[in-house]
């Protein structure tokens, strides 16, 4: 098999752009040699740093970017950025998986305000049910994070922060309709009052949505939400926060069989968190946490069938940051209770400890992390890591670090007999040995970033219908570039990856690629800033990919644009255009499963106060 000659001119341009970002940081390095402004992030150490000093290859998503590209799931904010894959069972409210630097879908940790969702059956996160019109800034690290957060995540960490209450009072409304019968209403108001802050938001998405497989007619699906937030200072410098966020709706979709289901689905995250500054070197936070992720299955005439999965998780994680002089250590530990409820019911709990140490001497600065998770179904899982930064002067940082990891098997893997599937293996947890090299620019009003990795798997968990079993050995090699520049009214953003897995287990499929992992992606944005309005543009594009094991089903590479359009027509008022799919490319990323064709959608805002 070949790869289609249509993606070369992408990945070329892509290239090229790069070229030409890098130059121009380089000439700018001379001007702003002791200038740094790279974001500052916190889910690569759980303390703020820079994204260089986090020694991390990391992607931050701010709230101007959100705003610009008006999504209407997470998955338009991801596609393609360094070391993303995504998979999707057709369009809005469909099964959603996320592949990070080739991990399996179980590999991509989901924090929200961080707090872990999945579902227990299956192992990986409910992307789909996300609302996005909540969702303020988005952090991805890529790599292996399992010595900070435990299980989950052999290929990296997507925070998801949601929005707190600022000083002085505001409110909002917006309302949207487009493409496909769809309507969006979202609706909030924030402020704060002395020591106290307040934010609650509602909203619906509702869509009659498209034909995902042939034949069977457009599935629809619906998103209602709610998120409150209610925080507290103390005159000590204590705080305390509580977090609602609850999504609840129904999801159409096409059985194997041609039967038509109907997922009446719950997403929720609740967290009590409280902070105090014990000494003036010394601060400690606990959180105090529960998550769901349920759905019943409704047949077509919207009654239960008796299938349902209840999955829910709670724990408490203590946190506690140190400095001293130059060095700053995390220390903590956490315990975590997770059921699930279904065909089958299954529990099971995990005490775990973890340690983080961050130094500087000079240029050089060192990070060494170690964790141990204890679960009651087999061994203790002792994961680590270390990572090494030169700052090569004040704007260029290079990094190298090794990582170790692992994934707790799913409920549905140890209980696969319910699905008809036979055990070939009693089942193991995942680990993995990743090495990454990697170098960043920052600059006044540009970055840029570049990374190569190898991942080294064992046991990776594959469904092979009618078997489950582990994958002796996988490995991952892979390239990332990014970078972005603002010019003037300008902005630009570039990214791409080159990747190629492999299956080392003995047998038939030694040396195959691993399934649905594409072997490249390229994504551009480009926005133009007026004075009242502004117009952008997203081209996102994946590579071809194998969705059988044995590699001979190829589902060809494709490529997505969207067009936007922003307009501030009064004060307090602003409408936004955008086309999506402007191309109409029919496109599949799971055998059987169109994605949506192009579609129009606008949205007007009103922002009081």
């Known amino acids: 098999m070949t790869t289609q000659s249509y993606f070369a001119p992408v990945f070329a341009k892509t290239a090229t752009a790069l070229a030409i970002l890098a130059a121009t940081s380089a000439q700018m390095a001379a001007a702003q040699e002791t200038t740094n402004l790279s974001k500052l ?88 049910y996300l609302p996005i019109s909540q969702v303020e800034r988005i952090e991805i690290v890529r790599g292996p994070k399992s010595s900070l957060y435990g299980s989950s995540a052999a290929g990296g960490v997507v925070q998801v922060f949601l929005p707190e209450g600022q000083q002085g009072d505001q409110a909002e409304i917006t309302l949207g309709a487009g493409s496909f019968g769809t309507t969006q209403t979202d609706a909030s108001v924030s402020g704060s009052d002395g020591k106290t802050s307040y934010l609650l938001a509602v909203g619906t998405f509702d869509t009659d949505g498209e034909e995902v497989k042939e034949g069977a007619g457009d599935m629809g699906y619906s998103n209602d939400h709610v998120m409150a937030r209610l925080g507290y200072e103390f005159d000590s410098g204590a705080y305390i926060k509580a977090l609602l966020m609850h999504a609840e709706g129904d999801s159409e979709y ?148 090794g990582r170790t990891s692992f994934t707790a098997p799913t409920f549905n893997s140890m209980n696969a007999e319910n699905w008809g599937y036979t055990l070939v293996n009693e089942i193991r947890p995942e680990t993995s040995e990743s090495y990454e090299v990697g170098i960043r620019g920052d600059y006044q009003n540009s970055y840029w970033d570049a990374a190569v990795y190898q991942a080294d798997y064992d046991d990776l968990i594959a469904w092979t219908y009618p078997t489950v079993g582990n994958i002796e050995a996988a490995r991952v090699q892979g390239l990332e570039l990014a970078a972005g520049t603002s010019i003037e009214q300008w902005s630009f953003a570039v990214a791409a990856t080159l990747m190629d897995t492999e299956n080392l287990s003995e047998g038939a499929v030694h040396g195959n690629r691993l399934v649905r992992r594409a072997n490249k992606s390229a994504r551009i944005d480009v926005d133009r800033h007026f004075e009242e309005f502004s117009l952008g543009m997203t081209l996102a594009s994946y590579g071809e990919r194998f969705d059988d094991e044995e590699n001979e089903t190829l589902l060809p590479g494709y490529g997505v644009l969207n067009l936007r359009a922003s307009y501030d027509f009064a004060q307090n008022w602003n409408a936004k255009f955008v086309v999506k799919n402007a191309l109409d490319k029919s496109y599949q990323t799971a055998q059987g499963y169109n994605n949506p064709g192009v579609g129009a959608f606008l949205t007007v805002n009103y922002s009081a106060f």
């Open 41 to 128: 992030v916190v889910t690569a150490t759980t303390t703020e740093v820079t994204e260089a000093q986090s020694l991390t290859s990391v992607t931050v998503i701010s709230k101007d970017d959100i705003k610009k590209q008006q999504p209407h799931e997470i998955t338009e904010l991801l596609a393609a950025q360094p070391g993303i894959d995504i998979v999707t069972n057709g369009g809005y409210g469909k099964s959603t998986s996320i592949f990070t630097r080739g991990s399996n879908s179980t590999g991509t940790k989901l924090l929200i305000d961080g707090v872990p969702i999945q579902s227990h059956s299956l192992g990986s996160a409910s992307w789909q």
């Open 254 to 401: 096409t059985t194997s069989s041609g039967s038509v289901r109907n997922n009446d689905y719950q997403n929720q995250v609740l967290a009590l968190t409280g902070g105090i500054d014990v000494t003036d070197s010394w601060q400690s936070e606990v959180q105090l946490r529960q998550s769901r992720d349920d759905y019943d299955v409704l047949n077509d005439a919207g009654i239960k069938t008796g299938t349902y999965y209840d999955s829910e998780s709670q724990g408490v994680r203590w946190n506690n940051t140190l400095w001293l002089g130059d060095h700053e250590f995390v220390v903590g530990a956490e315990h975590v209770k997770d059921s699930f409820d279904g065909s089958y019911a299954k529990e099971r709990t995990n005490n775990s400890v973890f340690a983080q140490s961050l130094s500087e001497f000079g240029p050089l600065s060192v990070q060494l992390n170690i964790r141990a998770d204890h679960y009651d179904e087999y061994d203790t899982q002792t994961t680590g890591g270390v990572a090494f930064g030169y700052q090569l002067d004040p704007v260029h940082t290079l990094r190298v670090s």
